[in-house]
């Protein structure tokens, strides 16, 4: 395994959309293997592909669960709101409020190549949002809630 450059917000790769992986081969094992030893040696809860300068739709997650893997990974459901703090590995001393899903089921495929189905709340549905924006070019400080109720946006 290895340890991967994490691209910082100036880099345009986080403002690009990844491509769908069509097969998951050793390139794409490989890839999530250093993915997941990037984020803990960041000491992070997340890390998606971009920020390792690769522009595929692959994602990992451990929110001290366990490590989540996630290929292709696309929210089918969302329900409620939260409003919490969040920070990126990308952006680093940088935190804002960001407003996400309380709830969300996303399918995906794992590492094996099977698709599976997992349910976040709280913690996870917030981080499983972040994630997946990462792979459509979004970064968190684009959804930031500023003082008077309003997004960046």
Do not use: W
């Amino acid at each position: 395994m290895a340890i991967r450059e994490i691209r910082k917000d100036s880099d345009e790769i986080l403002r690009k959309i990844s491509k769908k992986v069509d097969r998951v081969d050793e390139r794409i094992i490989t890839l999530l293997d250093d993915m997941k030893d990037t984020m803990y040696e960041a000491e992070g809860i997340g890390l998606a592909a971009p920020q390792v300068g690769v522009l595929r739709r692959v994602a990992v997650i451990d929110i001290g669960e366990g490590i989540l893997e996630l290929v292709n990974p696309v929210i089918v459901y969302e329900h409620g709101a939260q409003c919490e703090e969040e920070g990126c590995l990308s952006i680093p001393g940088e935190k804002g409020t960001v407003k996400r899903p309380a709830k969300v089921i996303v399918r995906a495929i794992n590492r094996n190549g099977e698709t599976f189905e997992i349910t976040g709340t709280e913690l996870l549905a917030r981080a499983l949002c972040h994630e997946i924006d990462h792979l459509n070019g979004i970064l968190f400080t684009d959804k930031i809630i500023k003082e008077d109720g309003k997004g960046t946006k």
